[in-house]
């Protein structure tokens, strides 16, 4: 089972960017869709992005599209989230999860993703 540690949260003013990083042990990570969820105090956990194990189909909520881009660098067992033009709600706790299958579910719903990392806190603030 993959073991996945979230890291590159902080505190930033609107406009401004993050790079979050989800590095990976355990099994390989080449074969599989890793997805990036978050959740604000109060809300339910919603999907963010999804990349598939080859990077050939990357998937975002409305909510971050054009904003946000989703790496990974299967050699370094990471996945990355670049964050721009971060609003005040974006702010929320964020997690990577692997799906165990190598392409991304037609829906990011967090039901579909089996193993989570702790979370990062991000806030927009000024």
């Known amino acids: 089972q993959l073991q996945l540690v979230e890291s590159g949260g902080g505190l930033v003013q609107p406009g401004g960017s993050l790079r979050l990083t989800c590095a990976a042990s355990g099994l390989t990570l080449t074969y599989y869709a890793i997805g990036w969820f978050r959740q604000a105090p109060g809300k339910e956990r919603e999907g963010v992005s999804c990349?598939?194990?080859?990077?050939?189909?990357?998937k975002y909520a409305d909510s971050v599209k054009a904003r946000f881009a989703t790496s990974r660098d299967n050699t370094k067992k990471t996945v990355y989230l670049q964050m721009n033009s971060l609003k005040p709600e974006d702010t929320a706790v964020y997690y990577c999860a692997v799906t165990y299958q190598s392409g991304c579910p037609r829906a990011l719903e967090p039901t579909v993703f089996t193993s989570w990392g702790q979370g990062t806190q991000v806030t927009v603030s000024a």
């Open positions: 990349i598939s194990s080859s990077s050939s189909i990357i």
